[in-house]
């Protein structure tokens, strides 16, 4: 099942630290999102595969603003 990962915060995108096509586990961080000057992990909600990034490296997101595509293993 395909579903969308949202942030948690208002911030910017501070690093991604997967790669598209990546099978991860439950908890692992797939970006940080840096707000007020912390650093946010943004992580699996479950065990899957990252299908692709809807944000880069910089840019600023809004709190639930879909940042990874996801799907479910």
Same mark, same amino acid.
């Given at each position: 099942?395909? @579903?969308?990962?949202?942030?948690? +915060? @208002? #911030? @910017?995108?501070? *690093?991604?630290?997967?790669? %598209? #096509?990546? !099978? +991860?586990? !439950? #908890?692992?961080? &797939?970006l940080?999102? =840096?707000?007020? *000057?912390? $650093?946010?992990?943004? %992580?699996?909600? /479950?065990? /899957? !595969?990252? &299908? !692709?990034? &809807?944000?880069? $490296?910089? =840019?600023t997101?809004? %709190? /639930?603003?879909?940042? +990874?595509?996801? =799907?479910?293993?």
């Amino acid at each position: 099942m395909s @579903t969308s990962i949202p942030s948690t +915060v @208002t #911030g @910017t995108v501070w *690093k991604i630290e997967a790669v %598209e #096509g990546q !099978r +991860v586990a !439950r #908890g692992d961080s &797939l970006l940080l999102v =840096e707000s007020m *000057k912390m $650093e946010i992990p943004i %992580e699996a909600p /479950g065990a /899957g !595969r990252v &299908l !692709r990034f &809807l944000v880069a $490296e910089g =840019e600023t997101v809004a %709190e /639930g603003q879909a940042l +990874v595509a996801f =799907e479910t293993a």
